[in-house]
């Protein structure tokens, strides 16, 4: 008898093992190994690039594959899982066209992020998107103009992978992705497309701007009256990329030529949070209440992209472009809106949050819920560097065959060396330590914005059955909630967690089918109830205000 009580007492404590596994899964990394599917076409759709190398004998837009690499965590069991879709820096250019080290969906930073988005429990596709544009154009409207229209080409890609993956659920969901809860994350050039496919919902917005207006438009016939728009949806397709685009003399070198492919068109393009590591906002007027919530990271004093209202200055040149908006005017507008509300309501108290209001402090603002400003002293170039999450290896071969620290530069030395200039210091040490803050601050909002409470934190195979039916009650709540089970299946324990995973509370030894939870000394904000029956494991969201 002892040696049967003894067996059953290990495979009770494996049973134990495997649902506290995952119980962190969302909040923090629960599973040790990633399986990535590289090369994974979202769609097709037409590029312009080759006309910026006259010497390859491409005179014509041209069909370009889009590809994904997808990054899931070996042996989960949980079912349906968030996506996150992610957009590599580059600005809009071919590296290393673009004057710099990174620009590709194999970045440093977006193996490490999608890695980690995995690790807690996502599905996460590095996807690249259409590039070109020629930031050496003459003047300042024709260089708006390219930039508009690479930008709007990466916000139809952006949510064509989207529409991608959802199509992909009624194929079979091969990477068991829950369409419901999808965010879009951009770094640096992929913040301008996050931002823009959040926000830009008509393309009547792009001629009606407000911060400047009209500045989508072209003093096409030299009356001092801008009349011609910088992007023409018949010819570059819908902002959805959902319709035919086709070139149309006089506006373009490329009469007749398919500039836009649709692809999947009967999914949405909708998703349901934006996140930013740097990038701007081609006009505040697009955001507006029907925007998802937004987090975003940006460094309070970035030369390239205004934090607030300004100007946008092009890296490879520093020539200026056009007047955008930057995370300081964004997220106050979101939060004025409505839009970050999730976030408020959790009430998310920690040390990154509180590193983010002392820098909002330090910006000259108050702090604006979804905003994570970084304020760092110039570096010794007397540069402000932006927020490095990217390194590299300078003996590594670029993509012109040449190692990166013997590789010439445009502006002088070699490519390992300019990179330096806004990352001194670089190692991947450095950078991982802003990406760790940078995680610190997405994953509560994420796990409240998502409602991923009510996916769970457990193993969906440990749940107990849906005749459980677990109710709080009322809810949100003053002082007290009662929890209660329709079927006469007693609870056992009830553990009370804040959204970073934290357990606040545990009661042992319930065997009711009721529980009164009395608020006590709980901030008001958003917590999770896990509630243990025979049968499993529940989970509710409760909120007190």
């Known amino acids: 008898m002892k040696k049967l009580n003894t067996l059953f007492a290990v495979l009770f404590s494996l049973v134990l093992l495997q649902v506290n596994a995952q119980e962190g899964r969302f909040l923090e990394e629960v599973f040790d190994d990633v399986t990535v599917t590289s090369g994974v076409m979202y769609g097709v759709n037409a590029t312009l690039i080759g006309l910026l190398d006259p ?18 965590p070996v042996g989960d069991e949980f079912g349906e899982r968030p996506l996150v879709v992610l957009m590599h820096t580059g600005n809009f250019l071919p590296t290393p066209t673009n004057g710099g080290i990174t620009g590709t969906r194999a970045d440093s930073s977006a193996v490490e992020i999608c890695t980690r988005l995995a690790k807690m429990g996502y599905v996460a596709a590095s996807i690249d998107y259409r590039l070109g544009w020629n930031p050496l154009a003459a003047s300042q409207p024709e260089r708006a103009l390219g930039l508009i229209q690479a930008a709007y080409r990466g916000v139809q890609d952006s949510r064509t992978a989207i529409r991608f993956f959802k199509s992909s659920v009624d194929g079979g969901n091969p ?34 701007t407000t911060n400047g207006p009209a500045k989508f438009l072209l003093d096409a016939d030299g009356d001092g009256a801008p009349d011609t728009p910088m992007v023409i949806e018949a010819m570059h397709g819908d902002v959805e990329g959902k319709t035919v685009g ?15 492919y649709p692809n999947h068109v009967d999914y949405s393009s909708d998703f349901q949070l934006c996140v930013n590591v740097g990038g701007d906002l081609g006009d505040i007027s697009w955001l507006d209440v029907n925007s998802p919530p937004m987090i975003t990271f940006q460094s309070a004093f970035d030369f390239f992209a205004p934090y607030n209202d300004g100007v946008l200055v092009v890296p490879t040149t520093q020539d200026p472009i056009v007047r955008v908006q930057g995370g300081q005017a964004v997220i106050a507008k979101a ?51 932006g927020v490095v999450i990217d390194w590299w290896d300078p003996n590594a071969l670029s993509p012109v065959g040449v190692p990166w620290n013997l590789l ?35 994953t509560p909002r994420a796990y409240a914005a998502l409602n991923l409470i009510e996916s769970g934190p457990v193993n969906v195979e440990e749940f107990a059955s849906e005749e459980v039916n677990l109710q709080a009650h009322p809810n949100p709540a003053n002082d007290m909630v009662m929890l209660s089970s329709a079927k006469e299946e007693p609870m056992l324990d009830v553990e009370i967690y804040d959204l970073n995973g934290r357990l606040l509370r545990a009661y042992r030894g319930i065997d009711q089918n009721y529980f009164f939870l009395y608020r006590h000394q709980l901030a008001d904000g958003i917590y999770v109830a896990k509630v243990r029956f025979e049968s499993g494991i529940k989970a509710k969201k409760i909120m007190f205000n």
């Not at 390859?56 to 990054?71: F, H, R, S």
């Not at 809106?337 to 820098?359: C, S, V």
């Not at 001194?424 to 601050?441: L, P, V």
């Open 55 to 72: 010497d390859n004998g491409i005179n014509e837009a041209i069909p370009e594959p889009l590809m994904a690499d997808v990054y899931e």
């Open 175 to 208: 990477y068991q992705i829950d369409s419901t809860r999808i965010t879009l994350w951009g770094n640096g050039t992929g913040g301008y497309i996050a931002l823009g496919a959040a926000t830009l919902d008509n393309y009547n917005e792009i001629l009606t």
């Open 246 to 260: 086709v070139g149309q003399p006089p506006f373009t070198p490329l009469p007749g030529d398919t500039l836009c």
């Open 335 to 385: 939060n004025e809106l409505g839009n970050n509300q999730a976030f408020i309501d959790a009430n998310i108290d920690d040390m990154y949050t509180q590193r983010a209001k002392d820098n909002s402090a330090a910006a000259g603002h108050d702090y604006f819920e979804g905003l994570a400003p970084t304020v760092l002293p110039p570096n010794m170039f007397n540069l402000d560097e």
């Open 408 to 442: 010439p530069h445009p502006s002088g030395g070699t490519f390992h060396e300019q990179g330096l200039v806004t990352n001194f210091g670089m190692s991947a040490e450095k950078a991982r330590a802003n990406i760790d803050t940078i995680f610190g601050y997405f």
